[in-house]
């Protein structure tokens, strides 16, 4: 199990502003090591935001987003106090899912 | 003598090959499970047609309605480039980033359900110097702004 996402929340006027940081290595698959063999690719393939069960943003994603992969996006909707969901699934089908309270 | 080697060696191997094949079944079982909604093809490509083409959009017509924000001129370290995407096209349903040079050219796509703004930054890698292209899709038709970003240090590789 990866380590857990940093989610930040934000509710702004009737916008909610939601920032995530994930934890993983984005592992291209064309890099090698110092032997020379390849490092096989390891990366989050598909990433779901949801709010009070609807989804707010989806999104998939190649080998070529940064390691630790950070997205910042906003929805309309969203009270304080309230979830959004952040869950991840990469390619070696290990997935993640976090939450956050919207402040 | 030799013989009994011959065949221990035939005996080890063939049980090494039944595994890798059954490690390769399981893997490419899984792997199908994952690939559900990751459109394989398109994260495949090499130039903007054939990226349009695995999207199965024709080709996108240049917009300045997109615009890119927080998104460096040059960039430093390409291990981590940060980018964001406006778009002020009506009806966006979807933003795709893709990086002209890197070895795969689409880095990410967003699906942007109606009540979600138009509007996002995310950080991505980029080989080298190259031209980094917004794809909006929105009411089912392709737009596209692009801007350079130089790179001094590349993030694949090395």
Known sequence: ?????KIRANAVGDVTEVKVLMSHEMETGLRKDAQ?????????QNVTATYNGKTVLSAQWGPAVAKNPF????????????????????????KRTDEATIA | MMDAQRRDWLKQSGGITLLTLLAAAGWLKSGCAVADGWNKSAFDTHSLDETMKALGGGA?????????FSTPDIAENGAVVPI???SNVAKTESIAILIEKNPNMLAAVFDIPTGTESSLSTRVKMAQ???????????????????EIKVTLGGCGG
């Not at chain 1, 199990?1 to 996402?5: I, K, L, Q």
């Not at chain 1, 020379?36 to 989050?44: E, K, V, Y």
């Not at chain 1, 906003?74 to 699934?89: D, L, Q, R």
């Open chain 1, 1 to 5: 199990m990866a380590d857990p996402m």
């Open chain 1, 36 to 44: 020379g063999t390849t490092i096989p690719a390891w990366f989050i």
């Open chain 1, 71 to 94: 997205v910042s996006f906003k929805f309309k909707g969203g009270a304080k106090g309230e979830k959004v969901m952040i869950s991840w699934t990469d390619n070696r089908g290990d």
């Open chain 2, 60 to 68: 996108p017509a240049q917009s300045i309605d997109i615009a890119f």
């Open chain 2, 84 to 86: 964001g995407v406006t």
């Open chain 2, 129 to 147: 110097t190259s031209n980094v292209y917004a794809l909006v899709k929105a009411d089912g038709k392709y737009y596209v702004a692009s801007k």
